[in-house]
Each structure stands twice: as C-alpha cells, then as structure tokens.
C-alpha cells in the first residue's frame, strides 16, 4: 500500500467507520512482555502523531468484546492466540480523542470537523503476559513502528494511555497475590532463584529468598525434582517443574488464601 | 406521577434517550447483601416486563463511568454513598435489548420501530456489598418492586443479569482470597466463629476451623481483645477487632499471598 492509499483508507476510517464498529467503545491492549530480568510492554508508534500507543481499535457492529480484543491485537500487531484477559474498562469523558484526531486529519488534507471518531470513547482493558523472546510483533499499516520498551523506560504516549498501562501493570501485581503466574513464562523445570526473579520483576522489589520458597511451596502447584542446576558456583539449587494439574485448579479458584 | 405522565416519560426515553445518553453502553450494579447467615441480592422488577432485574442504566454524554454507576444506584433504588467497583465489562452482541424493549413499546402504545434502545448495548458491571439491615432500597418510577433476594432463590431476570450476577458472585469469592472483606459487614467487636461464617455465607461453603483461624491471623488485619463473648454455652469465643490501618493497607496492596 503506497502513501496516498494508505491516506485514502484512514480517511474513510474517519468519515465512514461507524458504518462498520459501534461507536464509543474502543478496546486497548496492554501486553506485557517477561524474559529473565526484564518486564516490558508492547507499543506501537502511530503515523503521524509521532507518539506511541498500546495496541487498540474498535469493536464491529456484531462481534463479541473478547473477540473483538483478539483480532484488533492480531491486526495491529501480527500477534495471535494469546491469552487475553479483561482488567479495566476506562471511562473518564475528558480521555475523548478530538483533539488528537484533528490533528490527523489536517495531516491528512481534510477540512472534515465531524466524524465518529471526534466523539467520546469508552475504553476496556485487556492485558496478557507472554515471554517476549517468543514472539514476533509487527507494525501494521497504521503505525511506523512495533517495538518493546522497558517499563522503566517508557516513552511519551497518546491520550490516556500511560494511565491504562499503569493500572494493567497494578492488576497483573495485585494478581500474583492469588493466581499463579503463567506457564509460559518459565522454562519447563527451572530454580527457585529463577521463579523468585520473576515475581520480583514484575513486582519490581526484593523478597525474602526463605520467605518467598515457603509462600510458594504452600500454594501446592510446584514440583521439587530431584535433579539439581549444574555448573554452578556455590550450592546447586534443585530445579522444581508446575503441577500442571494443581497449576489449572489454582487459575480457577485463587490461590493465594486458601481456605 | 400518573400512568399516562409514566408513559410518556418512557416513550421519550425510547425515542429520544440518545440525546442526553452514550448509545451501546450501558451499567448494571449488582448489589450484594450480607447479614449474620445469609447472602441476598438487590433486584428490581420492570414495569410491564414482570421479570426481576439488576438495577442499571444509561451514561450521560458528559458523565464519568463511575460516577454514572453511582447516580444510576441512586436514581433507581434511592442506596447512596455505596462503594461500587467495576467488576467486569459484558460485551456478548446477543445480549441485545431488542425483543424485551420491543414488547415495552408495545405496551405503551407507540408503533415506533427505530429507537437508540433497540441498538447493541455493552454493559459495565459494577457490584457493592453492604450490610442489607443498614439500607432502605425503595423502587424508582419504572420498578413496581425492589426487593432483596437470598442468593439461592433468584427469580426469572430479564436478558442476561442471571450471568451478570453469577460473574459478580465469582468475582466476590474469587476476592475473599486476596482482599479484606468490608469491615460495614461486620460488628466493631466480632468472635471467630462469627467471621467464618461471613466467609462461609459468601463462598456458599464449609471451611476448616483452625485452618481458618490461622489464615486469618496470618493476615495481619485482625486484633485480639481480651473480653469474650458472654452467654455462650461452651467455651466463650474472644472478640476480635479489625486493625483498620492494616486492613486500609491490604485493602490497597492485596495481602492473600503477602511476600
């Protein structure tokens, strides 16, 4: 798609697009990215607004919310089945996107002051945590750039989107308090360093090394093996894998103050 | 007001609620009630519908979600200053409002065919638990009942606030796990027994003695008094009383799986 059919489709999202989605409902995505010492977060770089965005868009006339979350993640970003879940749903009427929107379509070479996308948008949240070696993002049409960024290093962002992130980052901390941590994320048998490491990245403190390996070892989803990690310098730590079966009980019913 | 004043108060809703209101979105609250054993819910019974409902409602164009949520409380059962918290954003396209609103119009004597109402609706759940001998709920204009239910005698609900509830419900379970239950729930002194119950009543099950205890002390919210509970024919239980700065604490940071 060259330049001017590209200009020539944004302008029709603009003036014809609530034909297609509802109006006032947008959907953003926060995917969270964990690979061993390091949370990140998925952006995209909008054209022409030269600042970047979670991954959002809009829900079709007929489609379902949740579905309506996988295709826009799958059409912005290229990432598909990925397990998505709700965690906020964003409705503060000064979060409206005229003014960014307008400056769109001056860029673009349209005098056009009404269009759907000038109303005000309802926002819901979903977030997903993946290993972000794993995955190969890609910008779409829309966007000059896919890209992780470090969630210490996050840069200037649209509208309210640094607030959704914050929030999504609250929900997936508060989360570790009673479900367990994906699966995916971890190696199939892997230290208890390993696993603290990882809570601590996402909670973005220290824990107490003894305290932590009880705590875990009382909510019943790890297996200790007897095999131990080798080639290291001091005591070798013995690797533990998930009860996988324990491991889906605890995702349903909580796990964190088991009653 | 009068039956024909009520009527054209609706037919104007219908016909031209979308001035004032966001089209698609609509708020559901669903409002549990605890007292000693027993869980209950609020529902509403819709003129004409003869079916029981959660209490919900419209967004203004200018109006922040959840400031909508607690007028919309307040208009249809008069409950005020009640902490309400979005607990899941419903977005099904079957869900739509068309058949029942339909019927309504019928009702009321207007052929209209096209009304905003007849559109998708995406419905933003909000729920509250409060002590239901401390409130006075009264049906609003469009209610001919308001009414607490136990939690196992639901009745028939229109479209889908049975789901909507049972989401709530799991939501209010699955919270018990990480966060302190209300203290407007429980006595300034409570035993025991008397906490476990309350646990009980919600997750509609039986939980161990001692292990309940200890889990609960090991949350840190709880203080024990030195007096106990007089008139009881066995052992006479102690008091305990919330330690309300850790309980504000855990309420904030989650504290089933403290690290």
Request: net charge positive; hydrophobic share 40%; proline share 3%.
């Given at each position: 798609?060259?330049?001017?059919?590209?200009?020539?489709?944004?302008?029709?999202?603009?003036?014809?697009?609530?034909?297609?989605?509802?109006?006032?409902?947008?959907?953003?995505?926060?995917?969270?990215?964990?690979?061993?010492?390091?949370?990140?977060?998925?952006?995209?770089?909008?054209?022409?607004?030269?600042?970047?965005?979670?991954?959002?868009?809009?829900?079709?006339?007929?489609?379902?919310?949740?579905?309506?979350?996988?295709?826009?993640?799958?059409?912005?970003?290229?990432?598909?089945?990925?397990?998505?879940?709700?965690?906020?749903?964003?409705?503060?009427?000064?979060?409206?996107?005229?003014?960014?929107?307008?400056?769109?379509?001056?860029?673009?070479?349209?005098?056009?002051?009404?269009?759907?996308?000038?109303?005000?948008?309802?926002?819901?949240?979903?977030?997903?945590?993946?290993?972000?070696?794993?995955?190969?993002?890609?910008?779409?049409?829309?966007?000059?750039?896919?890209?992780?960024?470090?969630?210490?290093?996050?840069?200037?962002?649209?509208?309210?989107?640094?607030?959704?992130?914050?929030?999504?980052?609250?929900?997936?901390?508060?989360?570790?308090?009673?479900?367990p941590v994906?699966y995916?994320l971890l190696p199939l048998k892997f230290t208890m360093p390993e696993l603290q490491?990882l809570y601590?990245?996402?909670?973005?403190?220290?824990?107490?090394?003894?305290?932590f390996q009880r705590k875990m070892m009382s909510t019943g989803i790890l297996k200790k093996l007897k095999e131990?990690?080798?080639?290291?310098?001091?005591?070798?730590p013995f690797y533990y894998k998930l009860d996988l079966s324990k491991y889906k009980k605890a995702l349903?019913?909580?796990m964190?103050?088991e009653?």
């Amino acid at each position: 798609m060259n330049i001017m059919e590209f200009e020539k489709e944004l302008k029709a999202h603009f003036l014809k697009g609530h034909e297609v989605y509802l109006r006032h409902i947008s959907i953003d995505c926060v995917i969270f990215g964990f690979h061993e010492n390091e949370l990140k977060v998925l952006l995209l770089k909008a054209k022409y607004a030269g600042k970047w965005a979670l991954p959002g868009g809009f829900v079709l006339k007929e489609e379902y919310l949740n579905d309506a979350a996988k295709r826009i993640l799958h059409e912005r970003t290229g990432l598909e089945k990925i397990y998505l879940q709700q965690f906020y749903t964003f409705g503060d009427p000064a979060r409206s996107t005229k003014k960014i929107n307008q400056g769109f379509l001056k860029n673009i070479g349209t005098s056009a002051t009404k269009s759907w996308m000038f109303e005000r948008f309802i926002s819901v949240g979903y977030s997903a945590l993946v290993d972000f070696t794993k995955v190969q993002p890609v910008a779409d049409l829309f966007s000059e750039g896919c890209e992780w960024f470090n969630i210490h290093e996050i840069p200037e962002m649209i509208l309210d989107h640094r607030e959704i992130l914050k929030k999504a980052l609250e929900n997936l901390q508060l989360q570790l308090n009673f479900q367990p941590v994906g699966y995916n994320l971890l190696p199939l048998k892997f230290t208890m360093p390993e696993l603290q490491k990882l809570y601590e990245t996402i909670l973005d403190r220290k824990l107490d090394r003894r305290n932590f390996q009880r705590k875990m070892m009382s909510t019943g989803i790890l297996k200790k093996l007897k095999e131990t990690k080798k080639g290291v310098a001091h005591k070798a730590p013995f690797y533990y894998k998930l009860d996988l079966s324990k491991y889906k009980k605890a995702l349903k019913a909580g796990m964190g103050f088991e009653l």
